[in-house]
């Protein structure tokens, strides 16, 4: 072959392959169950992965809940009005009404001095396994209201947690959610935990203080000890045995409704059994301390939030009353990902979601409820790390629908970083989440409890300081622009400095 002619077959397959490479759709083409790839002028316009220096934006979080060293209260509320209308981190609240969480602070409150406990329920999908998440708010509002121990258990733990160690026998598990291996019951009578055990003749519990190197020294700390159980026969006996204290045995009657047996203990104990004798559902047990707050986290792996309408109606709202839940947490949206295809797709799911959030107002008409959104979650589009594609429009309506539905929402995306932020969180070192891509290491977990916790206690700062202020001149202040504030500045604005509660 004359040289010529090599050289413009050389040309020739050059051209062909650049022509490719400017028009082949960077995410391939579909060839019956074959996807056909190749390297594309769009994929080589694709940015390199997104940098998110994650101290800078730790240290920009941790600083937007300090309040700047102030001499007045006008310095102290103009710190209160940005933080409500401008911080990023700030937990969301339906109509900017930041008298949202008044009415759960003044019980938490006067909790201790009452002898009474209320509880929060935190629900979320597998990022708050192990009491991750749970037990850094559980730890930090326990310091600021009081209540102690690892709180809410199931009768039967299948993942271990931080806060407790716990085994049980003879007690048969039924999940409302879970893969095929698990057993579901002929009736919808799941509880608050969306799961039960039936016990049938004699079964047992035992749990002991934990000593896990990530737990609190909250959690360690048990003197109630209590069950929620339904559907018992006639003479059904619970029998505690706790460390050598001799306790009297509950003795119940026959009832189809729910019931909350507690034993309280008169000091602290390592350990303890309960042993049940007849036949029960129990729906979960509790393992408290001191009056105040109690935590409870309930963990569902796989879990996209959709499922508490498929609860019997009746034993959620005795169960709540019983427990005086007054702050319900929903953790959700991460596991729909994978099923997120288009807008259509989210609207979908937000549908869902709100005939829940509707269920929840039904079956707890005392609790306050707020939503948190997704974390970020990466994965490879063309060989590089980014965001999933959605997760930013997901975030958005997710917020959009809570509020819309007159609950709070907090932005754990944004928190983190917004896109891209994933990567470096599992690139940090410490590492601040898993080589998935997708969950918090226990270091990443508590960084994120933390600015949780932080961000609520901002509210209850701002709750303490309208104790001292006429409640118009708090609405004034707040819907007035900064500027306008500087030329109305009362006289209770020369007030000494506010000093409130130290954030944590």
Request: hydrophobic share 35%; glycine share 6%; net charge neutral.
């Amino acid at each position: 072959m004359k040289p010529l002619r090599i050289l413009v077959f050389i040309l020739s397959i050059i051209v062909i392959l650049l022509i490719g490479w400017y028009f082949f759709p960077a995410e391939g083409v579909k060839a019956g169950n074959v996807d056909l790839r190749f390297p594309s002028y769009s994929e080589s316009q694709i940015a390199e992965e997104k940098e998110v220096d994650v101290d800078a934006v730790l240290n920009r979080v941790s600083q937007s809940f300090e309040m700047t060293c102030s001499a007045s209260m006008y310095d102290s509320l103009s710190f209160f009005r940005d933080y409500l209308k401008e911080n990023p981190n700030r937990i969301y609240l339906p109509d900017n009404d930041y008298t949202y969480f008044d009415s759960l602070f003044e019980l938490l409150e006067g909790a201790k001095a009452q002898g009474h406990t209320y509880r929060v329920m935190h629900y979320g999908d597998s990022q708050i396994e192990m009491d991750r998440i749970s037990s850094v708010l559980r730890q930090k509002l326990q310091e600021l209201f009081g209540g102690s121990g690892p709180n809410m258990i199931p009768a039967i733990q299948t993942v271990p947690t931080i806060s407790v160690k716990q085994r049980s026998n003879n007690l048969q598990r039924y999940t409302l959610y879970g893969d095929s291996t698990t057993r579901r019951a002929k009736h919808n009578r799941y509880g608050v935990m969306s799961q039960f055990c039936q016990v049938t003749g004699e079964g047992t519990i035992t749990f002991s203080q934990t000593s896990h190197s990530q737990a609190f020294d909250n959690a360690k700390t048990i003197s109630t000890v209590s069950v929620l159980l339904g559907h018992n026969s006639k003479g059904f006996k619970a029998i505690l045995h706790c460390d050598k204290l001799s306790l009297k045995p509950k003795v119940l009657a026959a009832n189809n409704n729910v019931q909350l047996i507690t034993w309280d203990l008169p000091h602290n104990v390592r350990q303890g059994t309960i042993t049940f004798k007849g036949n029960a559902e129990i729906y979960a047990v509790l393992l408290d301390g001191d009056p105040g707050v109690a935590i409870d986290n309930v963990s569902l792996r796989g879990c996209t939030g959709t499922i508490f309408t498929r609860i019997d109606e009746e034993v959620m709202r005795q169960s709540f009353e019983l427990l005086d839940t007054r702050l319900i947490v929903l953790q959700f949206g991460g596991n729909r990902m994978p099923s997120i295809t288009s807008s259509q797709s989210i609207s979908t799911y937000i549908a869902a979601l709100e005939k829940q959030i509707d269920y929840m107002k039904r079956v707890a008409p005392e609790a306050t409820l707020l939503f948190i959104g997704p974390a970020d979650m990466s994965k490879r589009y063309n060989g590089k790390l980014g965001t999933w594609k959605g997760l930013p429009e997901l975030n958005d309506s997710l917020r959009s629908m809570a509020l819309r539905n007159k609950v709070a929402y907090w932005d754990m995306f944004n928190v983190m970083g917004g896109e891209g932020s994933m990567v470096q969180w599992v690139k940090h070192k410490p590492a601040l989440a898993g080589p998935d891509y997708i969950h918090f290491t226990f270091t990443g977990a508590q960084a994120i409890g933390s600015d949780l916790a932080k961000s609520f206690t901002t509210y209850y700062d701002f709750y303490k300081l309208r104790q001292h202020v006429p409640s118009q001149e708090v609405i004034n202040f707040v819907n007035r622009s900064s500027e306008d504030n500087e030329k109305h500045i009362p006289y209770w604005m020369r007030m000494p400095k506010y000093e409130p509660y130290k954030n944590i």
